[in-house]
């Protein structure tokens, strides 16, 4: 079994920073794409970033482009998200996430974490 402890979350004013880390444990084999999600009241969950575990390939929603940095240590099983210039639209529940297996003959599996709260004050 895998398990994604997330922290970093918090209350922050706008304009202002924060890091957020997600550390992957457990019955680790392989760990391909690994990413943030979020999902404010109401609204459904949405893709923030990605990031691929070969090249390390990123991809990330138009709302945060410019602003927030994906990135990730294969060797620790870890993936931040830098997030700069918040604004009030980015509170929300973040989600880590990673797609991973626990053995050589295993299937893929789609990993969540807990969620961090982030809230961004105006």
């Known amino acids: 079994q895998v398990q994604l402890v997330e922290s970093g979350g918090g209350l922050v004013q706008a304009g202002g920073s924060l890091r957020l880390s997600c550390a992957a444990s457990g019955s680790i084999f392989s760990i391909s794409t690994m990413g943030w999600y979020r999902q404010a009241p109401g609204n459904q969950r949405e893709v923030v970033a990605l990031?691929?575990?070969?090249?390390?390939?990123?991809n990330y929603v138009d709302s945060v482009k410019g602003r927030f940095t994906i990135s990730r240590d294969n060797a620790k099983n870890t993936v931040y998200l830098e997030m700069n210039s918040l604004k009030p639209e980015d509170t929300a529940v973040y989600y880590c996430?990673?797609?991973?297996?626990?053995?050589?003959?295993?299937?893929?599996?789609?990993?969540w974490g807990q969620g961090t709260q982030v809230t961004v004050s105006s």
């Open positions: 996430y990673a797609y991973c297996k626990t053995s050589y003959g295993s299937a893929w599996s789609k990993i």
């Open positions: 990031i691929t575990s070969g090249d390390s390939a990123t």
